[in-house]
């Protein structure tokens, strides 16, 4: 399935019915007087998370959605039914933003959510309401009230505990393939990873938590360079960040530069996400001189404050230590309960 996390789309609730004018006309009846019934209202446009998507791709298919509209009222006192509601399921993490406006109207983060994002119309009022002592045969009923329309945009932002970020092939989605169920795209070039991944961890005593493996981000991502800038607001929901290093290209490439440009990056595209918490991870430490590569980077971070974990995603080196950090920062100290 393609993943789509953003959609354009047009929404519309049902226009109300029209109120009736009508007569009694009965045998032995002479100036039945006014029985003409309501219109129905219109349906309501609702947004409702459903358990069930991962991608928009359902509306991208289906841009135009509409609510039923009411029906008109009858004589002998009948009201129009009321126009069937349009219930539009989305996945959870899904920002509803005007389209010409970027006004956000919902943001939709619970399991549960439920949002009634358009009202129907009213229907209208049937002549039967408008007779008085004075005016005991009213000749009109109200029109139905239209219903409310826009063109929306849907976002949808990842919700996840830990997020991976690095440069594009340091090893995110050869840790998520390593630590979870994920069976994402690995290959020895840049931009493997095309679209987002989630991956259920499964930790000890049955606890689990959810790892996104982000595209790899480049300088100017923020900008719109490379592949990252479409899915920066993905870490937006992360509770925190695993910063993914690759050492074993020393010295063509320097680690400690790469490092500070994405977060320049991070800063620029929203600066809570440069405040969030960040650990760092050394792949690759089954290489020997990924080893020696790991003296010389250590101090900087170390000077720092910022915890650094040497794995390696191919052998499994390290991994247990990084999961019970994460652990520690999602649930705290354990107790009896895990």
Request: proline letters at 6%; aromatic letters at 6%.
């Amino acid at each position: 399935m393609s993943f789509i996390d953003e959609v354009k789309i047009y929404v519309k609730s049902g226009d109300g019915g029209a109120g009736c004018v009508s007569f009694r006309r009965e045998k032995f009846i002479p100036l039945g007087g006014p029985d003409g019934g309501d219109g129905g209202k219109g349906g309501d446009v609702v947004f409702k998370v459903s358990p069930h998507l991962s991608t928009l791709l359902d509306l991208r298919q289906h841009p135009h959605q509409k609510a039923g509209r009411g029906r008109n009222g009858m004589g002998s006192d009948r009201h129009g039914a009321n126009g069937d509601a349009k219930e539009i399921l989305v996945p959870r993490g899904t920002v509803i933003k005007d389209a010409e406006t970027d006004e956000i109207l919902a943001d939709l983060t619970e399991p549960d959510s439920c949002i009634v994002l358009l009202k129907g119309g009213r229907g209208g009022q049937g002549n039967a309401r408008f007779k008085t002592a004075t005016h005991k045969a009213p000749k009109f009923a109200q029109p139905g009230e239209p219903g409310e329309e826009r063109w929306i945009r849907l976002e949808l932002k990842l919700m996840a505990d830990v997020g991976l970020l690095g440069m594009p092939s340091v090893g995110k989605s050869s840790l998520i393939s390593k630590i979870s169920a994920a069976r994402p795209k690995i290959a020895e070039y840049h931009f493997t990873t095309l679209k987002p991944n989630l991956g259920v961890v499964k930790y000890k005593n049955y606890r689990s938590f959810v790892m996104a493996d982000i595209p790899g981000l480049i300088e100017g991502a923020s900008e719109g360079a490379g592949l990252g800038h479409r899915f920066l607001k993905h870490l937006e929901r992360t509770g925190q960040l695993l910063h993914l290093l690759d050492l074993s290209w020393m010295p063509d490439r320097d680690p400690i530069a790469e490092y500070e440009a994405i977060n320049r990056e991070l800063a620029l595209f929203n600066p809570e996400l440069a405040e969030k918490r960040q650990t760092v991870v050394v792949n690759k430490i089954d290489l020997p001189h990924v080893k020696e590569n790991l003296k010389e980077v250590l101090p900087y971070f170390e000077e720092r404050g910022i915890k650094v974990f040497p794995i390696s995603a191919a052998t499994g080196e390290g991994i247990p230590e990084l999961l019970d950090d994460i652990a520690l920062n999602l649930w705290g100290e354990p107790d009896e309960t895990w």
